[in-house]
């Protein structure tokens, strides 16, 4: 067996009176890549940030042992921890957006690292700078070492961020969710990436990732961890095969199956929407006047029709506009032109009390569940909104009824109402987005990457949800994400947008099986898959 | 009876306030924050006090006429009930507690011999045969006996109340906060006696240049306060809060032209704006003599005008922020998901933009409210401020001035106006903290 690395036994971290780490123990040996998995809340991030002692001043750890490479982390004083910290463990995070310094050069932030742990001189920091550059296989290093974070692309930033870490040459490198923010193409180069550094390295990485699938392609061994506790420490192969616990299994079995698209019921039915060379432009203006010299095409004509019922997939990268047409389908951005058929209604030719009402037949569900509540107004209230602006005929009495029967729909409790939203977790919270939708009975919901910052399991407890309501109440979708196996669960239709353009429609397990475009299959081929 | 503008403004003000709460108190949804509020320490005590001010200050809004003599004046209940304060006016400055003049004077003696001392006062501490003998210990055994007299009408109000509240709310007597609160109470009524009962007998915080009572003066200086910062913030705020948050959520044209209409104001300083507008108002009364024909009238026209003036030259500041806060919140996707329902514009600007403004809001009128109150001060400095005649901690700073250049210092203007701006000031701060703690939901629940 290859020699521990680190060694912990026994950390508990406690905030106030809540434990939110408790009593756990695990190694990382050499070399090797150890994944720390579970949801949102269950502790992983604050586990690895309480061994680097990163934790706000109101937590309380407490840890029986903690060694690395046999020498003990507890024991070292907090002066002494600034030489363990970047320089024997490296930390990535998650928001590439957020870690960086906006005002300093990237090579400046790589150099600052060399310059706290290493004593060289100035030519010999930048050429370290610059083969770090090369290491993490940024595109024209020269270049790049002289711009500002806000020049680079988000999966660019990581890569910078990856490259401090390593700056310090640390025998661990701890990836706290390094892909969650990036999309699906670039998380596969990101982890590609990772990979090949380990094995030029031989360091070992600590890898914290809600993503089973991710995890299984990466990781030697893997910690299950819930609700503060590891409930089951495994090999990625023995994991796969049989998990033991009945978490992991929960787990595993959440996960969503690309293959679950294969044989669906196919038939044909009425149109509801039809929508025809749909474009949004922002201008680009410059210049004293404020003259448009050029258009930022966001959406450039789009053409698609959905069926009653029924739910069509929007498929595609961050940037490429499928949230702008979503926007732009119910008016909440202007379009620059193009038509909507909406039950064989255009939508742009409606007056605008029209409009107004006709917003009943279309819904939004917004991707944050955290920004998308007024968090000073009551569930209750929240829910009740659309019925009090388009349904102003029903009183009081009736409308508490009806928010009491749209709670129960979603499976929320009746004692709902009266809370506020911060007091739901973002699974319920996404539950009441989806009351408040279904409050003045739309016939079409334009989801809006309803599910992605969801845990996987939550998720999944979603989408069953609206495939249910689909199914008693006859809604229509447009479903927007860039998860493709959340498109096979869901969808009978996909649509994939490339650059603000559809480059490819059909039926779900035609374009999943057998795409016809090179993009499709790449989208296809960066989906991390257990195996 | 005669109402004043002010006086009819502070009534509907307390009435609007009084609505508001009592609104507030029928909504269900409300009885969380209220409830922590009232188990607030901190919240409680401070609202206490502000009561307690509130309360000096509409007992000074009250104005009547009175006959006295062949004159005919307008006093307030205050006044009324303040008179020995009010017409017990020394020669010119003495210390607190003293029986004698803050300076040397020539003295007729009872033989008709003259000699160079500080002359006894008129009231001060006039019962006294040998004041430097007796006049600590007399000092003392009075303050003692005001104080019990305070304590023991303390203790009887409890004593009658005691089986009402022991038998139906127990609570009020027996959380801890209700414990701190009638501890308060108690040091309130008992300390207010005992300077009610000494000033029977001394000037408590000496007197000015002209003998008159500083105690006195701080008291009518409360309804001063109060009527600048809550009137000029109730002219400010509406100002503010339509147009940062019109400003922020239409964008465009809108936006361009309130932003216009306040970099401009900005722009002008606003002590023109004021001196200005100060001298308007004169110039108008001494056209208008016949309808400003007593003092109380003029200096009650030129408050209500510097209120006015303030609240114009002041709101842009909360404006710009409201705007601010308004152009991140109208992204945020509650309020798209609001246009997705086909709710009213004006309605999102109320129900979503609007509660979700209220704490930048609640901070800087708290802020200002001191502001507010040092900036008269300030006026004052330039002749621009309250009138002269007017009673206001600004004023009695403003001659401070004076005073504390004089060899030995006269201090106890300052002192008195210091303490009584402060404990305001500081009673309204902790007070808004409370209650915006209490009203963020998210916040509300972390317990703190």
Same mark, same amino acid.
């Given at each position: 067996?290859?020699?521990?690395l680190l060694?912990?036994r026994?950390?508990t971290v406690a905030?106030?009176?809540?434990?939110?780490?408790?009593?756990?123990?695990?190694?990382?040996?050499?070399?090797?890549?150890?994944?720390?998995?579970?949801e949102?809340?269950?502790?992983?991030s604050?586990?690895?940030?309480?061994?680097?002692?990163l934790?706000?001043?109101?937590?309380k750890?407490?840890?029986n042992?903690?060694?690395l490479?046999g020498?003990?982390l507890?024991?070292?004083?907090?002066q002494?921890f600034c030489?363990i910290?970047g320089?024997?463990?490296g930390?990535?995070?998650?928001?590439?957006?957020?870690?960086l310094?906006?005002?300093?050069?990237?090579?400046?932030q790589?150099?600052?690292?060399?310059?706290i742990?290493?004593?060289?001189?100035?030519a010999?920091?930048f050429?370290?700078?610059?083969?770090?550059?090369?290491h993490?296989?940024?595109?024209?290093?020269e270049?790049?070492i002289n711009?500002?974070p806000?020049?680079?692309?988000?999966?660019?930033?990581q890569r910078v961020?990856?490259?401090?870490?390593?700056?310090g040459?640390?025998?661990?490198?701890?990836a706290?969710?390094p892909?969650?923010?990036?999309?699906?193409?670039?998380?596969?180069?990101?982890?590609?990436?990772l990979?090949?550094i380990q094995?030029?390295?031989?360091?070992a990485?600590?890898?914290?990732?809600?993503?089973?699938?991710?995890?299984?392609n990466m990781?030697?061994?893997?910690?299950?961890?819930?609700?503060g506790?590891?409930v089951?420490t495994?090999?990625t192969?023995?994991f796969f095969?049989k998990?033991?616990?009945s978490?992991?299994?929960k787990?595993?079995a959440?996960?969503p199956?690309?293959?679950?698209?294969?044989?669906?019921?196919?038939?044909?039915?009425s149109?509801?929407?039809?929508?025809?060379?749909?474009?949004?432009?922002?201008?680009?203006?410059?210049g004293?006047?404020k003259?448009?010299?050029?258009?930022?095409?966001a959406?450039?004509g789009?053409s698609f029709q959905?069926?009653?019922?029924?739910?069509?997939?929007?498929v595609?990268?961050?940037?490429?506009?499928k949230?702008?047409?979503?926007?732009?389908?119910?008016?909440?951005?202007p379009k620059?032109s193009?038509?909507?058929?909406?039950?064989g209604?255009d939508?742009?030719?409606l007056?605008?009390?029209?409009?107004?009402?006709?917003r009943?037949?279309?819904?939004?569900?917004?991707?944050?569940?955290f920004s998308?509540?007024?968090?000073?107004?009551l569930?209750?209230?929240?829910v009740?909104?659309?019925?009090k602006?388009?349904?102003?005929?029903i009183g009081?009495?009736?409308?508490q009824?009806r928010?009491?029967?749209?709670?129960?729909?979603?499976?929320?409790?009746?004692s709902?109402?009266?809370?506020?939203?911060?007091?739901?977790?973002?699974?319920?919270?996404?539950?009441i987005?989806?009351?408040r939708?279904l409050a003045v009975?739309?016939?079409?919901?334009i989801c809006?990457?309803?599910t992605?910052?969801?845990?996987?399991?939550?998720?999944a407890?979603?989408?069953?949800?609206l495939?249910?309501l689909q199914?008693?109440?006859?809604?229509?979708?447009?479903?927007?994400?860039?998860?493709?196996?959340?498109?096979?669960?869901?969808?009978?239709?996909?649509?994939?947008?490339?650059?603000?353009?559809?480059?490819?429609?059909?039926?779900v397990e035609?374009?999943?099986?057998s795409?016809k475009h090179?993009y499709?299959?790449?989208?296809?081929?960066?989906?991390?898959r257990i195996? | 009876?005669?109402?004043?503008?002010?006086?009819?403004?502070?009534y509907?003000?307390?009435?609007?306030?009084?609505?508001?709460g009592?609104?507030?108190?029928q909504k269900?949804?409300?009885?969380?924050p209220?409830?922590?509020?009232?188990?607030?320490?901190?919240?409680?005590?401070s609202?206490l006090l502000?009561v307690?001010?509130?309360?000096?200050?509409?007992?000074?809004?009250?104005?009547f006429?009175?006959?006295?003599g062949?004159?005919?004046?307008?006093?307030?209940?205050l006044?009324?009930w303040?008179?020995?304060l009010?017409?017990?006016?020394e020669?010119?400055?003495s210390?607190?507690?003293?029986?004698?003049?803050?300076?040397k004077?020539m003295?007729?003696l009872a033989?008709?011999?003259?000699?160079w001392?500080?002359?006894?006062?008129?009231?001060?501490?006039?019962?006294?045969?040998?004041p430097?003998?007796?006049?600590?210990?007399d000092?003392?055994?009075?303050a003692?006996?005001g104080?019990?007299?305070?304590?023991?009408i303390?203790?009887l109000?409890?004593v009658?109340l005691?089986?009402y509240?022991?038998?139906?709310?127990?609570?009020l007597?027996?959380?801890?906060t209700?414990?701190?609160?009638w501890?308060?109470?108690f040091?309130l009524?008992?300390?207010?006696y005992?300077?009610?009962?000494?000033?029977?007998y001394?000037?408590v915080l000496?007197?000015?240049?002209?003998?008159?009572d500083?105690?006195?003066?701080?008291?009518?200086?409360?309804?001063?306060?109060l009527?600048?910062g809550s009137?000029?913030?109730?002219?400010?705020?509406p100002?503010?809060?339509?147009f940062?948050?019109?400003?922020g959520f239409?964008?465009?044209?809108?936006?361009?032209v309130?932003?216009?209409?306040?970099?401009?104001?900005?722009?002008?300083?606003s002590v023109l704006l004021i001196a200005?507008s100060i001298?308007?108002?004169?110039?108008y009364?001494s056209?208008?003599?016949?309808?400003?024909?007593? /003092?109380i009238?003029?200096s009650? =026209?030129?408050? @209500?005008? #510097?209120?006015?003036? +303030?609240?114009v030259?002041?709101?842009?500041?909360?404006?710009?922020?409201?705007?601010a806060?308004?152009?991140?919140?109208r992204?945020?996707?509650?309020?798209?998901?609001?246009?997705?329902?086909?709710v009213?514009?004006?309605?999102?600007?109320i129900?979503?933009?609007?509660?979700?403004?209220?704490?930048?809001?609640?901070?800087?009128v708290?802020?200002?409210?001191?502001?507010?109150v040092l900036?008269?001060?300030?006026?004052?400095?330039?002749?621009?401020g309250?009138?002269?005649?007017t009673?206001?901690w600004?004023n009695?700073?403003?001659?401070?001035?004076l005073?504390?250049?004089?060899?030995?210092?006269?201090w106890?203007?300052? /002192?008195?106006?210091?303490?009584? =701006?402060?404990? @305001?000031? #500081?009673?309204?701060? +902790?007070?808004?903290?409370?209650v915006?703690?209490?009203f963020?939901?998210?916040?509300a629940?972390?317990?703190?």
């Amino acid at each position: 067996m290859e020699q521990v690395l680190l060694q912990v036994r026994g950390l508990t971290v406690a905030f106030k009176d809540e434990t939110v780490v408790n009593d756990i123990s695990f190694d990382v040996y050499k070399g090797e890549t150890f994944a720390l998995v579970g949801e949102s809340g269950s502790g992983k991030s604050i586990s690895a940030l309480s061994v680097l002692r990163l934790l706000p001043g109101n937590a309380k750890i407490s840890v029986n042992q903690m060694l690395l490479d046999g020498e003990s982390l507890s024991s070292i004083t907090e002066q002494n921890f600034c030489k363990i910290r970047g320089k024997r463990i490296g930390l990535v995070f998650q928001d590439p957006m957020s870690s960086l310094n906006p005002v300093m050069t990237i090579g400046e932030q790589i150099a600052e690292v060399m310059q706290i742990h290493f004593n060289y001189s100035k030519a010999k920091i930048f050429a370290e700078v610059f083969d770090l550059l090369n290491h993490v296989e940024i595109p024209e290093p020269e270049r790049r070492i002289n711009e500002y974070p806000h020049q680079l692309s988000g999966g660019q930033r990581q890569r910078v961020m990856i490259a401090i870490a390593l700056a310090g040459k640390p025998d661990l490198l701890i990836a706290d969710e390094p892909t969650t923010a990036l999309d699906v193409t670039i998380q596969a180069q990101i982890l590609q990436l990772l990979k090949t550094i380990q094995q030029k390295t031989g360091m070992a990485l600590w890898l914290i990732s809600h993503d089973l699938a991710l995890v299984s392609n990466m990781a030697d061994r893997i910690a299950v961890m819930q609700k503060g506790k590891i409930v089951e420490t495994n090999n990625t192969d023995n994991f796969f095969k049989k998990a033991e616990h009945s978490y992991s299994l929960k787990l595993l079995a959440a996960l969503p199956s690309m293959d679950s698209c294969i044989n669906k019921a196919v038939d044909t039915r009425s149109n509801l929407l039809k929508v025809t060379d749909f474009k949004v432009y922002y201008p680009i203006r410059k210049g004293f006047f404020k003259r448009v010299v050029d258009y930022v095409r966001a959406v450039d004509g789009v053409s698609f029709q959905l069926q009653q019922g029924k739910t069509l997939a929007l498929v595609g990268e961050s940037g490429c506009g499928k949230t702008t047409l979503g926007k732009g389908l119910i008016n909440l951005i202007p379009k620059t032109s193009g038509t909507v058929l909406f039950n064989g209604v255009d939508l742009s030719e409606l007056t605008t009390d029209a409009q107004r009402r006709i917003r009943a037949d279309i819904q939004i569900v917004f991707q944050d569940p955290f920004s998308s509540m007024n968090p000073r107004m009551l569930v209750g209230d929240i829910v009740a909104e659309g019925i009090k602006a388009l349904y102003p005929e029903i009183g009081s009495a009736d409308r508490q009824l009806r928010i009491a029967k749209l709670l129960e729909q979603v499976e929320l409790p009746k004692s709902s109402a009266m809370r506020y939203p911060h007091e739901f977790s973002g699974g319920q919270r996404q539950r009441i987005c989806i009351a408040r939708a279904l409050a003045v009975e739309p016939k079409l919901i334009i989801c809006d990457e309803p599910t992605s910052a969801l845990d996987v399991s939550v998720q999944a407890q979603i989408i069953d949800l609206l495939k249910n309501l689909q199914k008693s109440k006859g809604i229509s979708y447009l479903f927007i994400t860039h998860d493709l196996a959340v498109v096979a669960e869901i969808a009978d239709e996909v649509a994939v947008m490339y650059q603000g353009e559809i480059i490819e429609q059909g039926k779900v397990e035609q374009v999943l099986t057998s795409p016809k475009h090179a993009y499709t299959q790449q989208l296809l081929d960066a989906v991390p898959r257990i195996g | 009876m005669i109402i004043l503008w002010t006086d009819a403004l502070i009534y509907m003000l307390v009435l609007a306030s009084l609505f508001a709460g009592f609104f507030i108190f029928q909504k269900p949804h409300f009885q969380r924050p209220l409830k922590k509020i009232s188990a607030s320490k901190t919240g409680m005590v401070s609202l206490l006090l502000l009561v307690f001010f509130i309360f000096i200050g509409l007992l000074d809004s009250i104005h009547f006429k009175q006959s006295e003599g062949h004159s005919t004046e307008i006093i307030s209940a205050l006044d009324y009930w303040a008179k020995p304060l009010r017409s017990q006016s020394e020669k010119t400055y003495s210390a607190p507690f003293s029986a004698h003049l803050y300076s040397k004077e020539m003295i007729t003696l009872a033989d008709g011999s003259h000699s160079w001392g500080y002359p006894r006062l008129k009231f001060g501490g006039a019962h006294l045969k040998t004041p430097d003998k007796e006049r600590l210990e007399d000092v003392l055994t009075k303050a003692a006996i005001g104080f019990a007299k305070g304590a023991s009408i303390f203790i009887l109000f409890i004593v009658l109340l005691w089986s009402y509240l022991h038998d139906r709310h127990k609570h009020l007597l027996n959380s801890p906060t209700a414990k701190a609160l009638w501890i308060v109470v108690f040091l309130l009524v008992s300390i207010s006696y005992m300077l009610i009962y000494l000033s029977d007998y001394y000037h408590v915080l000496g007197t000015d240049k002209v003998g008159e009572d500083v105690f006195y003066q701080a008291i009518k200086s409360i309804r001063t306060g109060l009527v600048i910062g809550s009137l000029t913030t109730m002219i400010m705020l509406p100002l503010a809060i339509v147009f940062g948050i019109m400003a922020g959520f239409f964008r465009g044209w809108v936006d361009d032209v309130i932003q216009y209409i306040y970099t401009t104001l900005n722009s002008i300083p606003s002590v023109l704006l004021i001196a200005a507008s100060i001298l308007m108002v004169q110039v108008y009364m001494s056209n208008h003599a016949e309808e400003f024909n007593s /003092l109380i009238l003029r200096s009650d =026209m030129r408050l @209500l005008f #510097l209120c006015l003036i +303030l609240g114009v030259t002041s709101w842009t500041g909360l404006c710009r922020m409201l705007r601010a806060e308004t152009l991140k919140l109208r992204e945020m996707e509650y309020v798209q998901a609001a246009q997705a329902l086909g709710v009213k514009q004006s309605t999102i600007l109320i129900r979503h933009i609007l509660p979700n403004v209220m704490h930048i809001v609640l901070i800087s009128v708290v802020l200002d409210f001191s502001s507010l109150v040092l900036a008269e001060a300030v006026l004052s400095y330039i002749n621009i401020g309250v009138d002269p005649t007017t009673y206001s901690w600004g004023n009695m700073i403003n001659g401070a001035r004076l005073e504390m250049a004089r060899e030995p210092v006269v201090w106890w203007s300052l /002192l008195a106006s210091f303490v009584f =701006m402060f404990s @305001l000031v #500081l009673a309204a701060n +902790l007070f808004a903290d409370t209650v915006r703690n209490a009203f963020d939901p998210r916040r509300a629940e972390q317990g703190e």
